[in-house]
């Protein structure tokens, strides 16, 4: 059966509704005002010559289209090695790696950078933790971040900011209220990695001119640390060199002179991929190691200088860790030691960390389980190092790598 057709309706005129504007002049007026107050907010931020902001926030790879990185300083072997440098077999080898220079070449350039910005915004004043997240952001903004698990690029461990007797291995934890003063010797070591190719570099900060004498001793001392270094040389003859110059210099402070001494138990050490400490140590003191360096490896040089007694000891709260390499499997009897080694393993592999790292990525209560990872052997806890209340300590430190021609002092810059 057909359906019926239904009548059409018939459609009624539409009325035109007139909304009333009540805008008056002063609401523009104070439109116009709260855009012109935007706009000053959003200014463009400050450039500096390499085309970096302040703070750094654009990518290497817009700054270096091209992807080739600055190369460090380039330094000749001595005596027997000299040869290397116009030798052809060992040309053609240099140039079958420069992907990997250029990788660490990068991570260099970001340390530069970023260390170029924490020298001009780093003042008395200024709380620990606001120093190290302003250093570790501007690493994130131009190598990455490791929210989502361990980045190809990123940062290489934690900021390291030792003040006065401390030498070594703080970082402020969540909560520490430290500031920074006047009559402080901050030390800023801290690392940048490409494809686990850590640049490990270090420098030392004082604004009281009555330090310069002893930050001096310290960079005077790792320079020649890093002249003597080279393929075949022995540990043995860097100590003594180092030692050498260090020693050689005094600081007086307040009427008072002391001798600048070695931190004896303070070494140096070669870069493993994804491992900041690689396996051989390069000592700062006469001594009688005869390990030797050998081409390809990658090392950190770095030399402490102290107004005390020139050997450090372990005090105060940890704040450094990082995973041991090699470990095979442990029965762990903490269900938070288990779910926290998982989240170091996404995130952290073998490169060091912090408990601040730990607090970004949202984990809680978490002391004890990371009590459980160090007592069994899966991770390996760093306390801050110190000489004697009263004394000063500075540190200077520069990443190598020795080439088959040459050694390539990469975190070399135009301060340090």
């Not at 393929?231 to 030692?243: A, F, H, L």
Request: net charge negative; charged share 25%.
């Amino acid at each position: 059966m057909p359906a019926k057709k239904k009548p059409a309706n018939k459609k009624k005129p539409q009325q035109t509704q007139v909304v009333e504007d009540t805008t008056t002049l002063e609401d523009i007026d104070a439109l116009v005002n709260e855009i012109q107050n935007l706009s000053e907010q959003v200014k463009e931020l400050p450039v500096n010559p390499n085309g970096q902001t302040d703070p750094p926030t654009i990518p290497l790879s817009e700054l270096f289209p091209n992807k080739e990185y600055p190369v460090g300083e380039l330094q000749d072997y001595q005596d027997s090695n000299l040869w290397r440098t116009t030798n052809e077999e060992k040309r053609a080898l240099e140039r079958s790696e420069q992907d990997l220079y250029n990788q660490v070449r990068e991570a260099a350039e970001v340390h530069r950078q970023v260390r170029s910005y924490a020298k001009k915004i780093i003042k008395p004043g200024m709380s620990m933790i606001e120093i190290a997240e302003a250093i570790e952001n501007g690493t994130r903004s131009l190598l990455g971040d490791n929210l989502q698990g361990i980045p190809t690029a990123g940062i290489g461990f934690p900021t390291g900011l030792s003040l006065n007797h401390c030498a070594a291995h703080y970082t402020p934890n969540a909560g520490d209220k430290t500031v920074l003063q006047y009559g402080d010797v901050l030390k800023v070591d801290f690392g940048t990695h490409y494809n686990g190719r850590i640049i490990d570099s270090a420098f030392t900060m004082a604004f009281d001119p009555k330090f310069d004498p002893l930050l001096e001793a310290v960079k005077e001392a790792t320079n020649a640390g890093i002249k003597a270094a080279g393929i075949d040389v022995r540990m043995c003859d860097i100590g003594e060199v180092v030692e050498e110059v260090m020693e050689s210099h005094e600081i007086e402070i307040d009427g008072k002179v002391y001798p600048i001494k070695c931190i004896r138990n303070l070494n140096g050490h070669s870069i493993a991929p994804y491992q900041i400490h690689g396996g051989k140590t390069v000592p700062i003191v006469k001594n009688s190691d005869t390990t030797k360096m050998e081409e390809g490896e990658f090392f950190a040089i770095e030399t402490f200088g102290s107004t005390g007694k020139g050997y450090v000891y372990e005090d105060g709260e940890c704040s450094h860790y990082a995973k041991v390499a090699g470990v095979g499997h442990v029965p762990l009897r903490i269900a938070r030691a288990k779910t926290l080694l998982n989240t170091i393993n996404k995130h952290f592999g073998t490169l060091p960390f912090c408990r601040r790292y730990l607090d970004r990525l949202g984990e809680q209560k978490y002391l004890i389980g990371l009590r459980s990872l160090v007592d069994n052997g899966l991770v390996n806890d760093y306390p801050p190092l110190v000489d004697i209340k009263g004394s000063y300590t500075a540190q200077f430190e520069h990443t190598f790598v020795l080439k088959p021609t040459c050694k390539e002092i990469l975190s070399r810059g135009d301060d340090y």
